[in-house]
């Protein structure tokens, strides 16, 4: 369970991470799909073929179980666009925030899809109250990133206001340009690093990653914020609604609470069903992506095939991504690609007090909603 955690939540920051390197998010998340997949063959074939339970992975595919194998399949269908979704929201939102919201959300409507589902066997006087703890996590998230929004304008108003005649002017769009060059790789150019926090890291982040980085200029800076924040948690929430369907799917492809299997027929096991749903997620992500590749949303630039084949610049982390993502799959949790968000990425640093105090109440409240979640729980008849 511990190892499903750490890889579940590792994960979102690894494309997080190639994102904010500059590599196009179609590229990661093609590149993602493959091993995410490979990670469901090798589960499916290994774990669904021991044990003393029957039937097992095999003679499951013979079976005559489509109604629950269409659920699954439903299920990948939704979690493929959430994921997906989430990918773009990293850059406009944040991992830190976007992971809290959109857990929560999935939460809150998947878990009460799941209580009616499965006869009310968890106790609702806990589960309501926890699942009224992940809403009110779900607003300290907003109210978080506003904050955040909020800082980061004055810092870059405050950095704007030291470059207002034409040679401080220059010596700026120097600087960043300078900083977004290949030379700093290969150590061929010195330019002191910005620290995070500050006006001048921000520049730099957006300038070299590969998501609106082409529409962050100083003289735009509070239009461009305040259309992110739109755009982010617009994204952000419909992922999480995304999110939440996938439970209620796999719970009746695994269940079927509904009786839609003829008499006889076993239920599918839950490593069936991960393979199921693992295979239309790959399917509708390869469709979605190749699509993006030549009409790209939110500004990015167009690519092709070709271009995404001989793109090695990352690849391996986007393999990685894959395999924690598909081996983790199993536990639904969030909450480490939280703490990548804020230590790894150092994503309020330098913010108020204000921010700082918000982004602390939605941890704990996520944590208590958590806890109580937990404490709710039931066995199934």
């Not at 269908?77 to 830190?96: E, K, M, P, R």
């Not at 506003?146 to 810092?155: F, G, H, P, R, V």
């Not at 950095?159 to 005649?165: G, I, P």
Request: proline content about 2%; overall charge positive.
């Amino acid at each position: 369970m511990l190892v499903s955690l750490l890889f579940l939540g590792t994960w979102p920051a690894v494309m997080t991470l190639l994102e904010r390197r500059g590599r196009l998010p179609q590229h990661t998340y093609l590149d993602y799909t493959l091993t995410n997949l490979m990670a469901a063959v090798i589960i499916a074939f290994t774990f669904g073929e021991v044990g003393n339970t029957a039937p097992n992975f095999l003679s499951q595919l013979h079976q005559e179980n489509w109604p629950s194998v269409l659920f699954a399949m439903g299920g990948g269908v939704v979690l493929s666009v959430g994921n997906l979704s989430t990918q773009y929201a990293w850059a406009f939102v944040g991992l830190s925030v976007v992971e809290v919201i959109t857990s929560s959300i999935t939460v809150v409507i998947g878990t009460t899809f799941n209580y009616f589902l499965d006869d009310k066997i968890n106790k609702a006087e806990i589960l309501f109250p926890g699942v009224g703890c992940f809403l009110i996590a779900v607003c300290l998230g907003s109210a978080v990133h506003s904050s955040n929004t909020a800082d980061n304008k004055a810092k870059l108003n405050e950095f704007s206001a030291d470059y207002k005649d034409a040679a401080n002017i220059f010596r700026l769009l120097c600087y960043i340009y300078i900083v977004d060059s290949k030379d700093l790789e290969d150590g061929s150019t010195s330019v002191h690093k910005a620290k995070a926090g500050t006006a001048a890291f921000l520049i730099e982040l957006e300038n070299k990653r590969s998501i609106k980085a082409s529409s962050y200029m100083l003289q735009g800076i509070c239009a461009v914020l305040g259309k992110s924040t739109f755009i982010g948690l617009a994204i952000t929430f419909f992922a999480g609604v995304c999110f939440s369907l996938f439970s209620p799917a796999f719970n009746l492809a695994t269940n079927d609470q509904w009786h839609t299997l003829k008499k006889g027929v076993h239920h599918l096991s839950v490593y069936t069903a991960f393979f199921y749903f693992s295979v239309s997620c790959f399917v509708i992500a390869v469709i979605l992506n190749i699509s993006f590749l030549y009409h790209p949303v939110l500004n990015l630039p167009k690519s092709s095939l070709k271009a995404y084949l001989r793109d090695w610049d990352g690849r391996g982390w986007a393999f990685l991504a894959g395999l924690l993502c598909g081996f983790g799959n199993g536990l639904q949790f969030m909450g480490v690609s939280t703490f990548w968000g804020v230590v790894l990425f150092g994503e309020y640093r330098k913010s108020s007090k204000r921010t700082y105090l918000l982004l602390g109440s939605m941890l704990l409240m996520f944590i208590v909603a958590v806890a109580v979640l937990m404490a709710s729980s039931g066995h199934r008849k």
